[in-house]
């Protein structure tokens, strides 16, 4: 059973920059994966902010992007903003028949 | 717009059965493999379940495997899952999700005697 595992929690100061990042007990998280991120904001529904590693949605704010970084799935947010204090979640597909999210990282902006 | 709208939510006991339906509008819904994911009150979310984009392919979480299944119907875009031999910890709001970009509010599900 693969496991996921994504920071607890972090904190970013406003501007400033953070990664955030999505590992798997399996082994090196690749493209194959596919890795996807998701945003969340109490008493809403998730957002998808990246699908497949790295690509965004018209939705998406330029300052967030996607990559595989040291065998992990990476989320950069760079220019930090107070409204992106959130709940940030990656998915990824193991063959397409199972898929695990990673535990969520509590972004805060202070 | 696009628009998924989860129904079928509500309080059933443990043991019992209750269907969730999803109505998708607004994309090509014939061409995408459509996910459930739940998140129990003050978790995270978890992956349920997923079906190809023609219906030949489900997959599930092993919590939910044999007691779970998932159909879909092209012609009228929506999605459905049927859910059996509730438990508790079964107990969670239930999004309709093209996790690759849509989803939908959710619909809570709680099981309680």
């Known amino acids: 059973q693969a496991v996921v595992t994504q920071e607890p929690s972090l904190t970013v100061s406003p501007g400033g920059t953070v990664t955030l990042t999505c590992g798997s007990n399996?082994?090196?998280?690749?493209?194959?994966?596919?890795p996807f991120w998701f945003q969340q904001k109490p008493g809403h529904a998730p957002r998808t902010l990246i699908y497949d590693t790295n690509n965004k949605h018209s939705w998406t704010p330029a300052r967030f992007s996607g990559s595989l970084l040291g065998g992990k799935a990476a989320l950069t947010l760079s220019g930090a903003q107070p409204e992106d204090e959130a709940e940030y979640y990656c998915l990824l597909s193991y063959s397409g028949a199972h898929w695990v999210f990673g535990g969520g990282t509590k972004l805060t902006v202070l | 717009q696009v628009q998924l709208v989860e129904s079928g939510g509500g309080v059933v006991q443990p043991g019992r059965s209750l269907r969730l339906s999803c109505a998708a509008s607004g994309f090509t819904f014939k061409s995408f493999s459509m996910f459930w994911v739940r998140q129990a009150p003050g978790k995270g979310l978890e992956w349920v379940a997923t079906i190809s984009f023609d219906g030949s392919h489900k997959y599930y979480a092993d919590s939910v495997k044999g007691r779970f299944t998932l159909s879909r119907d092209n012609s009228e875009n929506t999605l459905d899952l049927e859910m059996n031999s509730l438990r508790g910890d079964d107990t969670a709001v239930y999004y309709c999700t093209r996790v690759d970009a849509y989803w939908g509010q959710g619909t809570l599900v709680t099981v309680s005697s």
């Open positions: 399996t082994g090196a998280v690749t493209s194959g994966h596919f």
